[in-house]
């Protein structure tokens, strides 16, 4: 293999695997492949004996906006060839093979591969064809089995969703964003004082109307309404909402 | 809705979330929707509109082995209608909207699902329209926005996808898979006293053909010959073999 796709000059993220696609058929799924992977930032693709030669028109029209991938994809007529100058291989594949060898689940792998990455290895994952699926020839050649934990009774993803699934998880154990925000569209979280002013606003519209009854009831009422206003993440533009919501109802009262 | 997709009658791993496409437009989609789902262990899907009708003679082809997921699909013609008997809803969804909302990742989100569901909740997941994706008047009827990590730079999931990572990653937390294993292929692992006699042979072997030489340096090559042995884990299968290649090479020699 040339050293130009060494894993080592991607933006987003850093140092990355190579994913080898051993003998794939048809075009159409190298260029899905491809997507899946740039949709996860990753670049470096390498095609062992491509069925239908290399480059493949049909690959190329599949792939595109991610034609990056294929643009420096590395083609090799044998698996030992794509793997040479890697220190560490996965093989994707079903698990119950006659070959001893550590099965892993893909995110025990991709935390692998980030730790031996981390320490400057270069690791790859291999995919097989479509139909058949990896042969052993190829499998003994990998470090590592990856088995994806479908349905037992339903085991059926593609050559290009096992990629996407191979990729996310790559991308998820090293991703920064943040599990959970508020998007806040144009407004802001409203302050405690502002809350309050809005539940005083309240409670004297519904004490004017008579709603806090039997007395002796009130002030669980009043209690249950509070709770339930300082419950709800309220934004300003929300409490804005609310007084006119109790102005608009107060007129219609008269 | 009926009653019949309540979510609480599945074999793997109890009671799931329910999946609700949106106006999907292609039968194939919908079918293979049901196929990402069904690899997962999920199969409560509801349509809301589906643009072709239902019956889709191309969605139920699409979905071949996980036609139980379309067999008792539920379809209403609104949102409103397709939420009704839920508790809380995501809404699947590029992140930059002109509504507050939680944003969560997919991991968070389904820890959440998986969260809400333990305590008897009923949760949905909404994915949009292929071309356009969820609209506002469907966004706002959600308690919160799944958003994918893509790249910045090329985000192209498609339906199925979405789906896929989606029911992926619900399963993921809920999986009992170990993270790794070994696959034995018809042996056991070594016991130490196997990898002590095989080492004995082996040094003795190199010792008759002069291998730790010289004299000083002995003592080092053989800890660090016992150091590769012990560093590998070894089967009664692999102890057999390098006594055959001990016993062959021997052969060879004379």
């Given amino acids: 293999m040339s050293g130009t796709d060494h894993a080592k ?3 987003w993220g850093g140092p990355q695997p190579v994913f ?6 048809m075009g159409e799924n190298i260029g899905g492949a491809a997507r899946a992977m740039w949709n996860f930032g990753l670049e470096h693709m390498r095609l062992v004996n491509p069925r239908d030669g290399w480059p493949n028109p049909k690959a190329t029209a599949m792939a595109s906006g991610a034609a990056r991938v294929l643009d420096k994809v590395g083609v090799t007529q044998t698996t030992a060839d794509a793997l040479s100058d890697m220190n560490f291989t996965f093989a994707t594949t079903a698990r119950s093979r006659d070959l001893t060898k550590p099965v ?18 270069k ?28 349905n037992p009774a339903f085991a059926s993803l593609n050559l290009a969703q096992c990629v996407l699934l191979t990729a996310y998880e790559w991308r ?10 508020v998007e806040l569209a144009g407004t802001d979280f409203a302050e405690t004082i502002e809350v309050q002013k809005l539940l005083e606003r309240m409670e004297s519209a519904l004490h004017d109307v008579n709603f806090f009854w039997p007395e002796h009831k009130a002030e669980s009422m009043i209690l249950t309404l509070r709770n339930m206003m300082s ?8 409490v804005r909402t609310f007084h006119g919501i109790i102005k608009a109802l107060g007129k219609n009262k008269d």
């Fill in 172 to 181: 998820r154990q090293g991703d920064a964003t943040p599990p959970e925000v």
């Fill in 231 to 238: 419950r709800m993440p309220l934004t300003q533009a929300d």
């Fill in 104 to 121: 892993m689940t893909p995110e025990r792998a991709m935390e692998h591969a980030r730790a031996l990455i981390g320490q400057g290895q």
């Fill in 20 to 25: 080898v696609l051993v003998e794939p058929q």
């Fill in 123 to 150: 690791v790859a994952v291999m995919f097989g064809p479509e139909r058949s699926g990896l042969a052993n020839d190829d499998i003994v050649q990998a470090n590592a089995l990856i088995s994806v934990p479908v």
């Fill in 9 to 11: 000059d991607t933006g």
